[in-house]
Protein backbone atom coordinates (compact mmCIF):
# COMPACT_ATOMS: atom_id res chain seq x y z
CA UNK A 1 0.00 0.00 0.00
CA UNK A 2 1.18 3.26 -0.93
CA UNK A 3 1.06 7.07 0.38
CA UNK A 4 1.58 9.79 -1.77
CA UNK A 5 1.58 13.37 -0.81
CA UNK A 6 1.52 16.15 -2.97
CA UNK A 7 2.46 19.55 -1.13
CA UNK A 8 1.53 22.62 -2.97
CA UNK A 9 1.69 26.50 -2.17
CA UNK A 10 -2.55 26.28 -1.75
CA UNK A 11 -3.14 23.22 -0.51
CA UNK A 12 -1.48 19.24 0.29
CA UNK A 13 -3.15 16.52 -1.57
CA UNK A 14 -2.85 13.01 -0.45
CA UNK A 15 -4.15 9.69 -1.50
CA UNK A 16 -4.04 5.49 -0.91
CA UNK A 17 -3.32 3.70 -3.31
CA UNK A 18 -4.09 -0.19 -2.35
CA UNK A 19 -2.17 -1.39 -5.61
CA UNK A 20 -4.67 -1.46 -7.99
CA UNK A 21 -6.46 1.77 -7.58
CA UNK A 22 -6.70 5.00 -5.61
CA UNK A 23 -8.85 4.06 -2.32
CA UNK A 24 -8.84 7.44 -0.48
CA UNK A 25 -7.68 10.78 -1.44
CA UNK A 26 -7.80 14.36 0.39
CA UNK A 27 -7.30 18.22 -0.39
CA UNK A 28 -6.42 20.69 2.77
CA UNK A 29 -5.19 23.81 3.09
CA UNK A 30 -1.11 24.46 3.05
CA UNK A 31 0.03 26.21 6.39
CA UNK A 32 3.11 26.88 6.44
CA UNK A 33 3.51 27.65 10.04
CA UNK A 34 2.41 24.38 10.89
CA UNK A 35 4.90 21.81 12.86
CA UNK A 36 5.57 18.46 11.62
CA UNK A 37 4.30 17.31 14.69
CA UNK A 38 0.61 18.93 14.02
CA UNK A 39 0.81 17.51 10.04
CA UNK A 40 1.16 14.08 11.74
CA UNK A 41 -2.26 14.68 13.62
CA UNK A 42 -4.03 15.87 10.76
CA UNK A 43 -2.73 12.89 8.43
CA UNK A 44 -3.39 10.35 11.11
CA UNK A 45 -6.72 11.86 11.44
CA UNK A 46 -7.82 11.71 8.09
CA UNK A 47 -6.47 8.17 7.68
CA UNK A 48 -8.06 7.24 10.55
CA UNK A 49 -11.13 7.86 9.63
CA UNK A 50 -10.41 5.74 6.19
CA UNK A 51 -9.39 2.77 9.04
CA UNK A 52 -5.68 3.18 8.10
CA UNK A 53 -2.56 4.15 9.75
CA UNK A 54 0.51 5.53 8.58
CA UNK A 55 2.56 2.47 9.83
CA UNK A 56 0.45 0.39 7.03
CA UNK A 57 2.15 2.05 4.50
CA UNK A 58 4.96 -0.10 2.32
CA UNK A 59 5.84 2.89 0.44
CA UNK A 60 5.91 6.73 0.27
CA UNK A 61 6.36 9.27 -1.79
CA UNK A 62 6.52 12.91 -1.08
CA UNK A 63 6.17 15.88 -4.16
CA UNK A 64 6.45 19.20 -2.19
CA UNK A 65 7.51 22.81 -3.92
CA UNK A 66 7.12 24.34 -0.10
CA UNK A 67 10.97 23.96 0.70
CA UNK A 68 10.01 25.17 3.90
CA UNK A 69 8.00 22.19 4.59
CA UNK A 70 9.62 19.44 2.49
CA UNK A 71 12.18 18.55 5.47
CA UNK A 72 10.12 17.89 8.21
CA UNK A 73 7.14 16.36 6.56
CA UNK A 74 10.22 13.78 5.32
CA UNK A 75 11.58 13.09 8.94
CA UNK A 76 7.52 12.84 10.10
CA UNK A 77 6.75 10.76 7.64
CA UNK A 78 9.92 8.68 8.03
CA UNK A 79 9.65 8.57 12.18
CA UNK A 80 6.58 7.22 11.79
CA UNK A 81 6.56 4.38 8.60
CA UNK A 82 10.13 3.59 9.50
CA UNK A 83 11.82 4.25 6.51
CA UNK A 84 11.72 7.94 4.54
CA UNK A 85 9.61 8.50 1.61
CA UNK A 86 10.69 8.79 -1.95
CA UNK A 87 11.24 12.63 -2.72
CA UNK A 88 10.11 13.79 -6.10
CA UNK A 89 12.80 15.57 -8.35
CA UNK A 90 15.03 15.04 -11.36
CA UNK A 91 17.55 13.56 -9.46
CA UNK A 92 15.18 10.05 -8.94
CA UNK A 93 14.24 7.78 -11.36
CA UNK A 94 11.06 8.93 -13.04
CA UNK A 95 11.24 6.70 -15.96
CA UNK A 96 11.29 9.77 -18.69
CA UNK A 97 13.89 12.36 -19.37
CA UNK A 98 13.99 15.93 -17.77
CA UNK A 99 15.52 17.87 -21.01
CA UNK A 100 15.61 21.21 -19.57
CA UNK A 101 18.27 24.05 -19.08
CA UNK A 102 18.31 23.38 -15.52
CA UNK A 103 16.52 19.99 -14.34
CA UNK A 104 17.21 20.33 -10.21
CA UNK A 105 15.11 23.71 -10.32
CA UNK A 106 12.11 21.93 -12.21
CA UNK A 107 8.99 21.86 -9.64
CA UNK A 108 8.84 18.37 -8.57
CA UNK A 109 5.02 18.81 -9.26
CA UNK A 110 5.88 19.41 -12.93
CA UNK A 111 7.92 16.05 -12.81
CA UNK A 112 4.72 13.68 -11.67
CA UNK A 113 2.53 15.64 -14.35
CA UNK A 114 4.76 14.38 -17.17
CA UNK A 115 5.25 11.23 -16.08
CA UNK A 116 1.31 10.54 -15.42
CA UNK A 117 0.66 12.07 -18.63
CA UNK A 118 3.09 10.48 -20.89
CA UNK A 119 2.38 6.83 -19.34
CA UNK A 120 -1.15 7.69 -20.52
CA UNK A 121 -0.57 9.07 -24.29
CA UNK A 122 2.75 7.57 -24.90
CA UNK A 123 3.06 10.52 -27.19
CA UNK A 124 3.34 14.20 -27.65
CA UNK A 125 1.53 16.03 -24.54
CA UNK A 126 0.81 19.22 -22.42
CA UNK A 127 -0.49 19.04 -19.04
CA UNK A 128 -2.50 22.31 -17.57
CA UNK A 129 -2.46 21.95 -13.71
CA UNK A 130 -4.73 25.23 -12.36
CA UNK A 131 -3.41 25.77 -9.30
CA UNK A 132 -1.49 29.11 -7.58
CA UNK A 133 0.17 29.13 -11.09
CA UNK A 134 -1.13 27.56 -13.82
CA UNK A 135 0.92 25.78 -15.37
CA UNK A 136 1.51 24.05 -18.87
CA UNK A 137 4.13 21.18 -18.87
CA UNK A 138 5.33 19.97 -22.16
CA UNK A 139 6.56 16.00 -22.77
CA UNK A 140 7.27 14.82 -26.64
CA UNK A 141 8.12 11.31 -27.85
CA UNK A 142 9.88 8.85 -26.75
CA UNK A 143 9.63 10.45 -23.32
CA UNK A 144 11.59 13.72 -22.70
CA UNK A 145 10.10 16.76 -20.59
CA UNK A 146 11.20 19.71 -22.61
CA UNK A 147 9.34 22.72 -21.02
CA UNK A 148 7.10 24.81 -18.94
CA UNK A 149 5.09 27.94 -19.25
CA UNK A 150 4.51 29.64 -16.29
CA UNK A 151 1.42 31.73 -15.77
CA UNK A 152 -0.76 33.46 -12.53
CA UNK A 153 -3.64 31.08 -11.08
CA UNK A 154 -6.90 31.43 -11.81
CA UNK A 155 -7.38 32.63 -7.83
CA UNK A 156 -4.47 34.13 -7.72
CA UNK A 157 -4.97 36.96 -10.23
CA UNK A 158 -8.56 37.38 -8.92
CA UNK A 159 -7.34 37.99 -5.49
CA UNK A 160 -4.34 40.72 -7.16
CA UNK A 161 -7.36 42.01 -8.85
CA UNK A 162 -9.65 42.58 -5.76
CA UNK A 163 -6.66 43.78 -3.91
CA UNK A 164 -4.69 46.15 -5.90
CA UNK A 165 -8.18 48.23 -6.37
CA UNK A 166 -10.83 49.91 -4.80
CA UNK A 167 -13.91 48.81 -5.79
CA UNK A 168 -13.97 45.23 -7.31
CA UNK A 169 -15.49 42.53 -5.10
CA UNK A 170 -14.73 39.17 -4.27
CA UNK A 171 -16.60 37.20 -6.62
CA UNK A 172 -17.27 34.03 -7.70
CA UNK A 173 -15.62 32.45 -10.03
CA UNK A 174 -18.20 31.00 -12.43
CA UNK A 175 -18.61 32.23 -15.94
CA UNK A 176 -21.17 34.98 -16.56
CA UNK A 177 -24.37 34.53 -18.40
CA UNK A 178 -23.24 36.61 -21.33
CA UNK A 179 -20.08 37.78 -23.09
CA UNK A 180 -21.52 41.51 -22.94
CA UNK A 181 -22.05 41.99 -18.78
CA UNK A 182 -24.23 45.31 -17.68
CA UNK A 183 -22.88 44.78 -14.09
CA UNK A 184 -19.76 44.61 -12.08
CA UNK A 185 -19.81 41.03 -10.81
CA UNK A 186 -20.66 39.28 -14.74
CA UNK A 187 -17.89 42.28 -16.15
CA UNK A 188 -15.13 40.76 -13.73
CA UNK A 189 -16.65 37.23 -14.61
CA UNK A 190 -16.00 37.38 -17.49
CA UNK A 191 -12.73 38.78 -17.71
CA UNK A 192 -11.50 36.69 -15.03
CA UNK A 193 -12.89 33.39 -16.04
CA UNK A 194 -13.16 33.69 -19.74
CA UNK A 195 -10.22 35.58 -20.29
CA UNK A 196 -8.16 33.04 -18.24
CA UNK A 197 -9.92 29.79 -20.60
CA UNK A 198 -8.87 32.20 -23.49
CA UNK A 199 -5.13 32.21 -22.03
CA UNK A 200 -5.27 28.88 -22.00
CA UNK A 201 -6.23 28.21 -25.37
CA UNK A 202 -3.92 30.59 -27.00
CA UNK A 203 -0.94 29.15 -25.54
CA UNK A 204 -2.08 25.59 -26.18
CA UNK A 205 -2.61 26.24 -29.57
CA UNK A 206 1.59 28.02 -30.05
CA UNK A 207 2.72 24.94 -28.09
CA UNK A 208 0.72 22.53 -30.59
CA UNK A 209 1.88 24.18 -33.40
CA UNK A 210 5.40 24.03 -32.41
CA UNK A 211 5.27 20.51 -31.20
CA UNK A 212 3.23 19.46 -34.91
CA UNK A 213 0.11 18.21 -32.32
CA UNK A 214 0.05 17.25 -28.58
CA UNK A 215 -2.40 15.51 -26.56
CA UNK A 216 -3.64 17.83 -23.66
CA UNK A 217 -4.92 16.94 -20.35
CA UNK A 218 -5.97 19.57 -17.08
CA UNK A 219 -5.25 18.70 -14.00
CA UNK A 220 -5.88 20.68 -10.50
CA UNK A 221 -8.00 22.38 -8.13
CA UNK A 222 -10.24 24.59 -11.08
CA UNK A 223 -10.10 22.01 -14.11
CA UNK A 224 -13.44 20.55 -13.67
CA UNK A 225 -14.85 23.85 -13.27
CA UNK A 226 -13.11 25.13 -16.25
CA UNK A 227 -13.04 21.60 -18.66
CA UNK A 228 -16.62 22.70 -19.81
CA UNK A 229 -16.08 25.95 -21.22
CA UNK A 230 -13.24 24.70 -23.45
CA UNK A 231 -12.65 22.41 -26.14
CA UNK A 232 -8.66 22.06 -25.65
CA UNK A 233 -8.54 19.42 -23.23
CA UNK A 234 -8.75 15.86 -24.72
CA UNK A 235 -8.70 14.48 -20.99
CA UNK A 236 -9.29 16.26 -17.44
CA UNK A 237 -7.95 14.22 -13.83
CA UNK A 238 -7.89 15.82 -11.38
CA UNK A 239 -5.81 13.73 -9.43
CA UNK A 240 -3.23 12.99 -12.25
CA UNK A 241 -0.28 14.43 -9.79
CA UNK A 242 -0.49 12.00 -7.52
CA UNK A 243 -0.75 9.23 -10.35
CA UNK A 244 2.42 10.32 -11.27
CA UNK A 245 3.89 9.76 -7.91
CA UNK A 246 2.32 6.60 -8.19
CA UNK A 247 4.31 5.70 -11.20
CA UNK A 248 7.99 7.36 -9.64
CA UNK A 249 7.33 5.22 -6.51
CA UNK A 250 6.99 2.19 -8.42
CA UNK A 251 10.25 3.04 -10.48
CA UNK A 252 12.01 4.04 -7.07
CA UNK A 253 11.28 0.49 -4.64
CA UNK A 254 12.86 0.80 -1.31
CA UNK A 255 15.93 -1.16 -0.70
Same mark, same amino acid.
Given at each position: ????????? $????????????? $????????????????????????????????????? $??? &????? &????????????????????????????????????? &??? &????????????????????????????????????????????????????????????????????????????????????????? @??????????????????????????? $???????????? @????????????????????
Amino acid at each position: MLLAIDVGN $TTIVFGVHDGATW $THHWRVQTVRERLPDEYAVMFRTFLNEAGLALEQFEQ $TVL &SSVVP &SLTAGLCAMVAQRTGFPPVVVSARVNTGIRINTDHPD &SVG &SDRIADAVAAYARFHANCIVIDFGTATSFTIVKEPGEMVGAVIAAGLGTTADALVRRTAQLPQIELVPPPTMIPRNTIHAMQAGLVVGH @VAMVEGIVARIRAELGGAQTIATGGYA $TALAPLTGCFDA @VDPWLTLDGLRLIAERNPRP
